[in-house]
């Protein structure tokens, strides 16, 4: 039996009021489309992954160009800044995980056993313990340090391609073009600790606020962005607008607003707490290229929040700030309480 949410109940507060956002900034320099991003815990550069076989590192304050980094022989998908060491790590198509020592600019670990290739990777914040994901279905642990694969997470039944990671169990969360969700168990041999059969189509984004620890979004290809009350992942709420695009990338910021990107080029802000959407923009592919290459591949804040950095399929790379200028007079909050929200 289906439970919905009525606007006469305080379960879902009214949401804040946040100022819009804007580009100021277009960089290029990539030869392919734009697959992913990490920022340095400095917040003084960032890396992208791109179509092109290369990661180049980006000065923040800038958007120079510092470095660029070859060794894939495929795109690369996934990029992870370690806090604890002067590491970077990558993944890509080529089915190769590679360890990058920032001092050097040179790769000094590879991680064999993926069975093809490689969509998505993440650090676990405390422990020197990496997860990858890919085509063959597997989230694979490993141990950073001696490249010893630790699990192969098995249960998926097709590309895992979006990864979380906790201190606290779950300490890692799956999202699969299977349309399901998988927590896993670390300390039991790496079983699965529930499965999350909530979405319709494949997921390619999942999202956590960076102070609240107890809640996550889902989003893909069908429209419908989920919010999970953690440990044990009950379904919240949808978010209270549909994006219409297959959703391929989501970041939550400190303050509370959550920005996810579609395959159409369409950029949505939204108040984290209450799910109201209170922006909807659309990012522009440069001359030269396709209408169609206007898809946001990936997303991420940087450290403080203050920036939002996209990586496009027209090569680019986009940078976002909020409009300081604006106040709830210029820019008002234009919500209307929602009458009928699916809660379970």
């Known amino acids: 039996m289906e439970r919905y949410y009525s606007s006469s109940d305080d379960e879902l507060p009214r949401p804040e009021w946040h100022a819009p956002w804007r580009l100021y900034r277009v960089i290029s320099g990539n030869l ?22 290369t990661i180049k590192i980006w000065d923040v304050a800038s958007g120079r160009l510092k470095h660029t980094l070859a060794g894939h022989i495929g795109q690369v998908r996934g990029l992870a800044v370690s806090t604890q060491h002067t590491y970077m790590f990558s993944a890509g198509d080529d089915k190769q995980v590679k360890c990058w020592d920032l001092e050097q600019n040179k790769v000094i670990r590879s991680y064999h056993g993926h ?43 097709d590309t895992v391609c979006s990864l979380l990671t ?34 319709k189509k494949s997921i390619r984004a999942l999202a956590m606020h ?21 440990p044990g992942g009950q379904f919240y709420h949808n978010m209270l607008s549909q994006q219409k695009a297959t959703v391929n990338a989501a970041a939550v910021n400190e303050e509370g607003v959550m920005a996810t990107g579609g395959d159409d080029g369409s950029l949505w802000f939204w108040d984290w707490k209450s799910g109201h959407n ?33 990586c496009e399929a027209d090569k680019t790379i986009k940078m976002w700030k909020q409009d300081e200028g604006a106040t709830p007079e210029t820019h008002p909050l234009n919500y209307k309480p929602p009458t009928d929200v699916r809660r379970f």
């Open 210 to 230: 960076p102070k609240e620890p107890r809640t996550f979004v889902s989003a893909g290809a069908d429209y419908n962005i989920k919010k999970f009350i953690l």
């Open 32 to 53: 392919g489309w734009v697959r992913s991003i990490a920022f340095d815990p400095s917040n003084s550069w960032f890396g992208t992954g791109s179509a092109d076989r």
């Open 115 to 157: 069975l093809s290739g490689v969509y998505c990777l993440a650090l676990h914040p405390t422990v020197d313990i990496l997860f990858t994901g890919g085509r063959d279905s597997v989230c694979r642990v490993w141990d950073i340090r001696s490249k010893d694969q630790i699990y192969a997470l098995s249960g998926h039944a």
């Open 166 to 199: 906790r201190p606290t169990d779950p300490q890692i969360i799956t999202g699969s073009h299977d349309t399901t969700i998988k927590f896993w168990d670390l300390r039991n041999g790496g079983k699965t600790m529930g499965t999350l059969t909530n979405h």
């Open 278 to 310: 209170f922006q909807q923009t659309r990012t522009t592919a440069q001359p030269g290229s396709l209408e169609s290459e206007a898809g946001i591949y990936a997303l991420s804040y940087d450290m403080t929040g203050s920036r939002l950095v996209t």
